[in-house]
T-cell receptor, first 113, second 112 residues
């Protein structure tokens, strides 16, 4: 089956620093999604990407759909304490319906005071 | 718009029992997907329903089943519970023509 490799597994950063994380796959995806999950809650959709090469921003977050369709990147600029959480990438096969998403294992973001 | 709601939020069962979880999608969303989340395996796709029909299914045993009603609400059932079924079960709904899935808060199932 399809697998996503998400890295890094965890990040320890200082408030104000920029953050970068990525996902790679052995298979092509037609959609890349980035989610954030807080403890005890479900994942919240941050950014959705539908075209290879697409670069999309949502406030301090920027994500890119890789040209090869096998990878995606998420950057967070000027991190703040509420950015703490687990970030997941997810790849989807179809833009015409909600097929099952394949998720990465997550990047655990920890902000040191 | 109200988000995806799931009930109950927490559940404790014993091995061999069965359990039914409920999900109400965002109004207007006709697709509902279910996922199992565990620390070891992460988020894994269980199945997806659209217009009361199962459209996709993940790699889970037949003990895991689901259904969708005409109002798009969905239920999932796990029979003959095992210790390894302890997990956070997440429901996500999606608009008709989008892969964007919006998740509920999940049901935390503990099997003793």
């Amino acid at each position: 089956g399809q697998q996503l490799n998400q890295s890094p597994q965890s990040m320890f950063i200082q408030e104000g620093e920029d953050v970068s994380m990525n996902c790679t796959s052995s298979s092509i995806f037609n959609t890349w999604l980035w989610y954030k999950q807080d403890p005890g809650e479900g994942p919240v959709l941050l950014i959705a990407l539908y075209k290879a090469g697409e670069l999309t921003s949502n406030g301090r977050l920027t994500a890119q759909f890789g040209i090869t369709r096998k990878d995606s990147f998420l950057n967070i600029s000027a991190s703040i304490p509420s950015d703490v959480g687990i970030y997941f990438c997810a790849g989807g096969d179809s833009g015409g319906g909600a097929d099952g998403l394949t998720f990465g294992k997550g990047t655990h973001l920890i902000i040191q005071p | 718009k109200a988000g995806v709601t799931q009930t109950p939020r927490y559940l404790i069962k014993t091995r061999g029992q069965q359990v039914t979880l409920s999900c109400s999608p965002i109004s207007g969303h006709r697709s509902v997907s279910w996922y199992q989340q565990t620390p070891g395996q992460g988020l894994q796709f269980l199945f997806e329903y659209f217009s009361e029909t199962q459209r996709n299914k993940g790699n889970f045993p037949g003990r895991f089943s689901g259904r969708q009603f005409s109002n798009s609400r969905s239920e999932m059932n796990v029979s003959t519970l095992e210790l390894g079924d302890s997990a956070l079960y997440l429901c996500a709904s999606s608009p008709l023509s989008s892969s964007e899935q919006f998740f509920g808060p999940g049901t935390r199932l503990t099997v003793l």
